[in-house]
């Protein structure tokens, strides 16, 4: 399905990430995959579930000046081609994100809107000039932007800006056939999402009130992934979409 696409995916800490799931899933799709970790820290443990599928991984810490133009280049250098950017990043400090919204600190707030949401609009600015044929660029959010979920705190206004955003961007790029998607996973026990207080609570809440009474996988959100990716969805962009097991459209 997506034989001769080229592409980035950013974000795998273990094999529990989304990201990971997501660019297994494309790679055997048929597409090439540059995979990132945070750090050489980060790589001991990425590197050994990576390697197998024959994903090659970079470091990138947005935080760091030229991180990810240099992840793109990378990507460039090895395949020649850019066609997709998969965003599977989000950080908030421990202190902010376990404090109630209004009582976030003013650094902590910047510094999750500066990693988590606007460092995909850089994705966007950095990305968009190689994909002379059009691409695909799709980022990770949750309900938490729309409903003001319990403990999700300031990442609820962060991912408001992140889905905001992906218009802006789908609307900026659209003419260049440059496509911009959020996708919104159900919660997912991960190495992120264990930082959120009372997830437990919070999955056993979600699988009790969905409509398909289930939590959803990773492979799941990685199957829309691969979908918005492929030449199936040419036709869509701006669009915030939900993996989640039905949460979306119930109390
Ligand atoms: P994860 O911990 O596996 O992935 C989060 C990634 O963000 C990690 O690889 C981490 O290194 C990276 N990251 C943090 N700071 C960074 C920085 N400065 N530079 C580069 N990378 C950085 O957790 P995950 O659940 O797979 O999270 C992926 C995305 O999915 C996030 O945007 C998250 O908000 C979103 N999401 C997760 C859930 C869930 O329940 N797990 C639900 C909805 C949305």
Redesign the pocket.
């Known amino acids: 399905m997506l034989n001769g696409q080229c592409g980035l995916v ?5 094999d ?5 799931a997501v660019a297994k899933r494309l790679k055997t799709a048929g597409a090439e995959v540059l995979a ?3 750090n050489e820290k ?1 790589m001991t443990y990425v590197e050994p579930v990576v390697t197998p599928l024959s994903i090659p991984v970079v470091t ?4 760091q000046p030229g ?1 990810l133009q240099s992840a793109i280049q990378s990507t460039l250098a090895r395949f020649g081609r850019l066609d997709f950017v998969v965003h ?4 908030a400090p421990l202190e902010d994100l376990h404090a109630p919204l209004h009582a976030s600190s003013r650094e902590g707030f910047l510094r999750a809107m500066d ?2 949401c606007h ?1 995909f609009a850089r994705v966007a600015h950095l990305a968009a000039p190689h994909m002379q044929s059009g691409g695909t660029l799709v ?4 309900l938490g932007s729309r409903l003001a979920i319990p403990d999700y705190g300031l ?1 609820g206004p962060v ?1 408001a800006a992140l889905e905001s955003s992906v218009r802006y961007l789908a609307s900026e790029l659209g003419a260049q056939q440059v496509r911009v998607h959020a996708v ?10 264990s930082g959120i207080k009372h997830f437990d609570q919070l999955m056993a809440q979600v699988k009790a009130r969905v409509p398909l009474k289930r939590l959803v996988s ?1 492979d799941e959100v990685a199957g829309l992934v691969a979908f918005l990716v492929s030449d199936q969805a040419t036709g869509m962009t701006g669009q915030t979409l939900y993996v989640d097991a039905g949460e979306h459209c119930v109390r």
């Open positions: 950013l974000g795998v800490a273990n529990q990430s989304i990201a990971y990132t970790c945070l980060a990138c810490d947005v935080e991180a599977s990043i989000a950080f990693i988590s460092s980022t990770m959010t949750y990442m991912k919104s996973p159900g919660p997912i026990a991960t190495r992120a999402a990773q």
